[in-house]
């Protein structure tokens, strides 16, 4: 294996569900200029579906297979008009149907961020980068994760980790993440909540370098509860959770009401924002910086970013798909590796 001076990281870039825009929106991104001046994209997938995503496109995107290699052969796969595929398929696979969930699907898909995984625990690849997966075609497949973020944790055995989302000036951690709404009081503890706080907290200090973030904490209820007037879970679980996060010196405050916190941040008034469910964050971000949000799964150890949206079946395999927020993803990936790598002492090497 042979040690790597190129300063631009090698980001390895899973293929996702191969029946949606996953394979569509790589082969777009690697067209474009601003990927290959950030980083070297690795692609992990299907070769049989990347090579049909070019012809489709009508592009020219000759694919450079990676199967171990030294430095000396490194720039000649690395260059802007190629795709480098590492394929971790034994046998080639079969074409999917294009906008339909399947356990074949689900299976590519999984077997794809393994590779990237164990691509990143070799120290091969700086980061990894994610094209969206299809979580019915993923447990279709017996793979029976709520989604990326705790099948990474499992595949990493990370003893704690959490979704970021950024977008615009928002840094969003979640406390749940995909759960039926009517659940969330149900699953929702001071430990969920405090250590919600805890990997903003140390997320914004270890990735974007902020020495002493504010962290506002979201109410779950109308008003932040109004002192127990529409609900109790402010003064029960949050307040608690905030209690114990600021005897750790963490700077938090809340619980806030959701209706103006966000409105806060967007003035600069907090670094970054925990939110207690998935829409409670999103539908802020998403509003501000749809299309350029960019995830982050915190706590691993490894860098995972992926993109904000999902397989968009309706209009996989139509030419529609739109790359941005994939680039946005890789640009992500490529800035926060150097601060990843060298608060971990790794030194980059490829096989």
């Not at 297979?65 to 802007?80: A, E, I, N």
């Not at 995972?304 to 079946?313: K, L, P, Q, Y």
Request: net charge positive; hydrophobic share 45%.
């Amino acid at each position: 294996m042979a040690v790597l001076h190129n300063p631009k990281p090698i980001l390895a870039i899973t293929m996702g569900d191969p029946a949606g825009i996953g394979p569509e929106i790589i082969v777009k991104a690697l067209q474009l200029p601003t990927v290959w001046r950030v980083c070297r994209p690795l692609v992990i997938g299907s070769r049989t579906i990347l090579e049909q995503t070019i012809q489709r496109l009508h592009t020219s995107l000759p694919l450079m297979l990676v199967d171990g290699h030294d430095s000396s052969t490194t720039q000649q796969v690395f260059r802007r008009g190629r795709l480098p595929l590492s394929d971790p398929f034994s046998k080639p696979v079969r074409s999917v149907r294009r906008g339909r969930a399947s356990a074949q699907a689900g299976d590519m898909a999984v077997t794809c961020i393994q590779a990237a995984v164990r691509l990143a625990q070799a120290r091969c690849v700086a980061a990894i980068v994610t094209a969206p997966i299809n979580k019915q075609a993923m447990h279709l497949a017996g793979h029976r994760y709520p989604g990326h973020t705790e099948m990474l944790a499992d595949l990493t055995k990370a003893k704690e980790s959490g979704m970021m989302i950024t977008g615009g000036p928002l840094k969003i951690i979640f406390t749940t993440t995909h759960l039926a709404l009517r659940d969330v009081p149900k699953v929702l503890t001071v430990k969920k909540i405090e250590k919600a706080i805890r990997l903003a907290h140390f997320s914004l200090r270890q990735l974007f370098r902020v020495k002493k973030p504010r962290i506002a904490v979201a109410g779950l209820n109308p008003h932040a509860g109004e002192n127990g007037l529409f609900g109790d879970e402010e003064t029960r679980l949050i307040r608690p959770a905030i209690k114990m996060a600021k005897a750790q010196g963490i700077a938090c405050s809340g619980p806030h009401p959701a209706d103006t916190m966000f409105a806060k941040a967007l003035t600069g008034a907090f670094d970054g924002i925990v939110a207690l469910y998935h829409d409670q964050g999103l539908i802020p971000l998403k509003t501000v910086a749809f299309g350029h949000c960019v995830n982050i799964t915190v706590g691993l150890p490894i860098l995972r970013t992926s993109v904000d949206h999902g397989t968009a079946f309706d209009i996989a395999g139509k030419g529609k798909a739109d790359p941005t927020s994939l680039v946005d993803a890789m640009v992500m990936a490529a800035k926060l590796a150097p601060i990843f790598l060298s608060r971990r002492h790794i030194k980059m090497k490829i096989s």
